[in-house]
């Protein structure tokens, strides 16, 4: 079974940076796009940032140029950096294949705020 560990999130003023981390067990990594994925207060999870396995990666437009995303297939880890944080990225941040349907994982709390 399939099983995705996020990492990573805390308190951090604005503009700073967080990285995340993502751990998943099994073969997913080398074989799957990968995405991260958030879930803000009263709102519906959105994906925020995807890779390839080649590392082909694309972002939504609130996080263009902000965040960046990487991938170690030989380490099953995805990571997230995030710079220039703002209020508006406080959410859950969760990790998982875009394209097959997994379980979610816990996700990591990353609050932005003063």
Known sequence: QVQFVESGGGLVQPGGSLR??????????????MAWYRQAPGKQREMVASITVRGST??????????TISRDNGKNTMYLQMNSLRPE???????????????WGQGTQVIVSS
């Open 58 to 67: 694309n972002y939504s437009d609130s996080v263009k140029g902000r965040f």
């Open 89 to 103: 990225d406080t959410a859950v941040y969760y990790c998982k294949t875009r394209d097959v349907t997994y379980s």
């Open 20 to 33: 995340l981390s993502c751990v998943a067990s099994g073969s997913v990594f080398s074989r799957y796009v």
